[in-house]
């Protein structure tokens, strides 16, 4: 319904009643800020073009993206989301914070998150993840209770990485990628993710079969209109 990754989309899905929590993703500008931004170039959602890490956190907020209407919207650095947040984080909002850090290392990214969800006081409602298993054994060596979620394509290979030693608590796999009996998944959180229609693509109305995931072994689901189920 709006633009990914922006204050606006931030806001209205904290708006929905029964929401569990929201995820964005995070990179490293090229002076060292956290920007909340999914690829890593900025062709796609803005009027930008080239790769995010080679802009400062000034240029990134002159760049604009289209939310319609005429409205337009920022990327936003995590302190704007976690000033936009808090209060309902406190209440009880949980938030997936992906490092995009699989593709470029972004170094010293580990740090720098894990220090702001402390100085917000928001340790117990940020979940951490990433496809690269070397950034979460970071994260947990930087937060020992830190909740961790091991991401790949399938959750045979969640479960490899978890077991490689990255210090996972959850399994975050594609949800067609549940390729192991529901008996193998026991004592994990299986957080599946979808595709699914991105702003500005029309919407299907399609409802997924939330029963037959949960059969499969998945215990939650990240979705990009989860108005259609609450």
Request: aromatic share 8%; proline share 4%.
């Amino acid at each position: 319904m709006y633009p990914e990754n922006t204050l606006t989309a931030f806001k209205k899905a904290a708006e929905i009643d029964g929401l569990t929590g929201i995820e964005l993703d995070i990179q490293l500008t090229r002076d060292g800020h956290m920007a909340v931004f999914h690829d890593e170039t900025v062709d796609r959602t803005t009027d930008g073009s080239g790769e995010l890490r080679q802009y400062t956190l000034s240029e990134l907020k002159k760049l604009r993206i289209d939310a319609g209407s005429g409205k337009q919207e920022q990327i936003p650095a995590m302190e704007e989301v976690f000033d936009l947040l808090q209060d309902k984080m406190k209440q009880g909002l949980k938030m997936n914070i992906e490092l995009k850090n699989s593709i470029f290392p972004y170094r010293g990214m580990e740090q720098k998150i894990v220090d702001m969800v402390h100085q917000y006081g928001l340790q117990s409602r940020v979940i951490y993840s990433s496809f690269s298993a070397l950034s979460l054994e970071r994260i947990r060596q930087l937060d020992p209770e830190a909740e961790i979620g091991i991401l790949d394509t399938k959750v045979s290979d969640c479960l490899y990485k978890l077991k490689g030693g990255c210090g996972a608590d959850a399994l975050h796999p594609f949800w067609r990628g549940i390729d192991l009996p529901k008996e193998r998944l026991q004592g994990y959180a299986v957080r599946a993710w979808l595709t699914g229609h991105l702003y500005p693509e029309r919407p299907t109305g399609t409802r997924l079969d939330l029963t037959f995931l949960e059969k499969l072994g998945i215990t939650d689901v990240f979705l990009n209109e989860p108005e259609k189920y609450l």
